[in-house]
């Protein structure tokens, strides 16, 4: 297999695994604790029907944009396989240290709120974010040791998830 073909094969096993697995665990799993429990779709009206729309575009526009910024100011991709030569902290990661995952988590969020499952809501969310969160930390420590003083310094400065909150928050 050429260096070509497992980069592709990486990328390939990345997004069946954050657009389909991933999604399909937390809406599966959430689904069937609403029919479990007999839990009754939650009913929400045309603004915050309209409202969540706009925040999975936002969540979109994000992922695309911080993609842009690994490619433009990195030389390279969010795949560990074809990883930034330098340490991106212009653009989207100025926001924060993982925009891509946040943007992420705005469209998930806004699926699930759509979604009217309070399983999903209450349970199967906050437990991918309790797994991202848990991951995020080993891929700091990664990083921390890639980029050295750069990153300890990107860190104290940026917060890890939320913008415009302070990075001790976090």
């Known amino acids: 297999m050429t260096n070509q073909?497992?980069?592709?094969?990486?990328?390939?096993?990345?997004?069946?695994?954050?657009?389909?697995?991933?999604?399909?665990i937390v809406i599966g799993s959430g689904l069937a604790l609403d029919y479990t429990l007999g839990l009754h779709r939650l009913q929400h009206g045309v603004i915050a029907h309209s409202a969540a729309i706009i925040i999975l575009a936002a969540g979109l526009a994000l992922i695309v944009w911080s993609e842009h910024d690994l490619r433009h100011y990195g030389h390279g991709t969010s795949s560990p396989t074809m990883p930034t030569r330098t340490l991106?902290?212009?653009?989207?990661?100025?926001?924060?240290?993982?925009p891509m995952f946040f943007g992420y988590?705005?469209?998930?969020?806004?699926?699930?709120f759509l979604s009217g499952s309070?399983?999903?809501?209450?349970?199967?969310?906050?437990?991918?974010?309790?797994?991202?969160?848990?991951?995020l930390r080993k891929e700091e420590h990664i990083l921390a040791l890639r980029y050295h003083e750069e990153y300890t310094h990107y860190q104290a400065h940026t917060p890890l998830l939320i913008p415009f909150l302070p990075p001790t928050c976090q």
């Open 118 to 135: 309070p399983a999903m809501i209450m349970v199967s969310f906050p437990l991918m974010l309790l797994w991202q969160l848990r991951f």
């Open 88 to 98: 991106v902290t212009r653009g989207s990661y100025r926001l924060c240290r993982h």
């Open 5 to 24: 073909q497992k980069i592709l094969r990486h990328r390939l096993q990345s997004a069946l695994f954050y657009w389909l697995w991933l999604p399909g």
């Open 105 to 112: 988590d705005l469209s998930a969020a806004a699926i699930v």
